[in-house]
C-alpha cells in the first residue's frame, strides 16, 4: 500500500537526526523522522549520485526541495517552554488551556458543542509574548511548532507563496499534532502594491481554504492549530476575522506581570554560572516594578541585557578579569540602563488596543 511512482532526484546534502534510508513501511509516520527522509524510504539504489526512490502517496504531490526548506527554516522541535516563562497573561493563559490545550488532550471530550476552534487570533503590541504562547502551547500539547511569518510568504515566496502554503499545511497535518503560528498576519492579506496582488489574493484564498479545513492534506479532522498574531488587528481582513473566532487580547505587562518577570529574572540568573548576579532587594523589585510601567516583556529584556553591561563596563580588563570579580547587578544599574531602554509601545496605540478589544476580542 501506499507505494506511488518512482522518480529520481539528488538527495539533498542534509542528513539529520540519524535514521537514514530504509526501516519503517511507507505511509506509516514515525515522528522522529523528517518528512524528508518518509520520502527517502523505500528503495535506494545509488546510481551516479542519484536515488531512486519511492514515495509514499501522502508525499508523492509535495515539492521535496520546499518540504525540506519547511523542515529546516519553519519548523522547530523540543521547545521547552513553560507557563512560567510566561509572565502575567493569567487571563490569556486561563482561556488557552479552556479552548486549546484540553481539547488537544482530551479530544475525545471535546466535540461537538466543546469542538475547539481551528484558528486563534493574538493580538497586541509588540513584544508581549504571543510567540512564547504558541511556543508553550506546542511544548505543552507535545505538538510540533512551525512559525511563519506572513510578510515572508509574500515578499520572500513571491510567485510560490500559494504552493508554500498547501505544502506547509501539507507537512503540518503529517507532523501532527502541529501548532501553526502565523506572526504579522495581517500583511497576508493586504497587498503592498498592484504587483503583489495577484500572487497576494491567490496566498490569501489557499490560506483561507487551509483555514476552513477543507480540501487539505489530512482533513478537516487533522489536529493542526492555526495561531494567528499581529500588531496590526485594524488591518486584519474581513474574511479571515471572521475565521479566527477566539480573539485574545495579549496586552502589556501589568504590575503583577512586571514583578514576575523581574522574579524570573533574578531566580534564572542565579540558577546561571554566576551566582551573584542580580542583586535586587525587594524594595528595589518594587521600585523597577514602578519605574517600568509601560514596558513590554521584550523591552524588559533589553533593559535587563542593557543594565548586565554596566558592570562590565567598570572593568579595565576585560580580557583577565575573574569571574568572581564582576559585581552584581543593582538597582542603579536598571536606573541608568532605563535612560537608554525605553518602552517601545506608545499610548495612543494601546487605546486603540482596547478599543479593537471591546469590538472584537474575546472574554471568559
Ligand atoms: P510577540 O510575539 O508578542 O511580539 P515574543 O513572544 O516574541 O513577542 O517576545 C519576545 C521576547 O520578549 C521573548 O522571547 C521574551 O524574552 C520576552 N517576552 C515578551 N513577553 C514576555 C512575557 N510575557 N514574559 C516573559 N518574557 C516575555
Not at 493542526?224 to 495579549?250: F, H, M, Q, S
Not at 501589568?254 to 529574572?265: D, E, P, V
Not at 524588559?300 to 552584581?328: G, H, T, W
Request: proline fraction near 5%.
Amino acid at each position: 500500500p501506499g507505494i506511488g511512482g518512482r522518480r529520481k532526484f539528488v538527495i539533498p546534502t542534509k542528513d539529520k537526526a540519524g535514521g537514514g534510508s530504509g526501516g519503517g513501511q511507507p505511509g506509516n509516520f514515525h515522528p522522529g523522522k523528517s518528512v524528508m527522509q518518509h520520502m527517502l524510504n523505500g528503495k535506494d539504489d545509488k546510481k551516479d549520485g542519484d536515488i531512486d526512490i519511492v514515495l509514499d502517496e501522502r508525499y508523492k504531490n509535495l515539492d521535496p526541495r520546499m518540504v525540506e526548506l519547511i523542515e529546516n527554516e519553519i519548523m522547530e522541535r523540543q521547545l521547552n517552554v513553560t507557563w512560567d516563562d510566561i509572565a502575567g497573561l493569567d487571563f490569556a493563559k486561563k482561556t488557552i488551556q479552556e479552548i486549546i490545550i484540553w481539547p488537544m488532550l482530551r479530544p475525545d471530550i471535546f466535540t461537538g458543542l466543546r469542538a475547539p476552534p481551528r484558528g486563534v487570533l493574538f493580538f497586541g503590541p509588540p513584544g508581549t509574548g504571543k510567540t512564547l504562547l504558541g511556543k508553550a502551547i506546542s511544548a505543552q500539547t507535545n505538538s510540533t511548532f512551525m512559525s511563519i511569518s506572513a510578510s515572508t510568504l509574500t515578499s520572500k515566496w513571491v510567485g510560490e507563496g500559494e504552493k508554500m502554503v498547501r505544502t506547509m499545511f501539507a507537512v503540518a497535518a503529517i507532523h501532527q499534532p502541529t501548532v501553526i503560528f502565523i506572526d504579522e498576519i495581517d500583511s497576508l492579506l493586504c497587498s503592498r502594491n498592484e504587483n503583489d496582488m495577484e500572487s497576494s489574493r491567490r496566498i490569501k484564498t489557499e490560506f483561507l481554504v487551509q483555514l476552513d479545513g477543507a480540501n487539505t492534506f489530512a482533513g478537516e479532522n487533522a489536529k493542526i492549530l492555526i495561531i494567528g498574531a499581529t500588531n496590526r488587528p485594524d488591518d486584519l481582513d474581513e474574511a479571515v476575522k471572521r475565521r479566527l473566532i477566539k480573539r485574545l487580547y495579549i496586552p502589556l505587562p501589568n504590575k503583577a506581570g512586571r514583578r514576575q518577570f523581574i522574579h524570573r529574572l533574578i531566580e534564572h540568573e542565579t540558577q546561571s554560572n554566576n551566582p551573584h548576579h542580580i542583586d535586587l532587594s525587594d524594595k528595589d523589585v518594587d521600585f523597577l516594578v514602578e519605574l517600568t510601567k509601560g514596558y513590554s516583556g521584550a523591552d524588559l529584556k533589553s533593559l535587563s541585557a542593557e543594565a548586565a553591561m554596566i558592570p562590565l563596563r567598570q572593568i579595565d580588563d576585560i580580557q583577565n578579569v575573574s569571574i568572581d570579580n564582576i559585581r552584581p547587578l543593582n538597582i542603579e544599574d536598571f536606573q541608568i540602563a532605563l535612560n537608554n531602554v525605553k518602552a517601545t509601545v506608545n499610548k495612543d496605540d494601546l487605546q486603540k488596543f482596547l478599543d479593537w478589544n471591546n469590538k472584537f476580542g474575546s472574554f471568559p
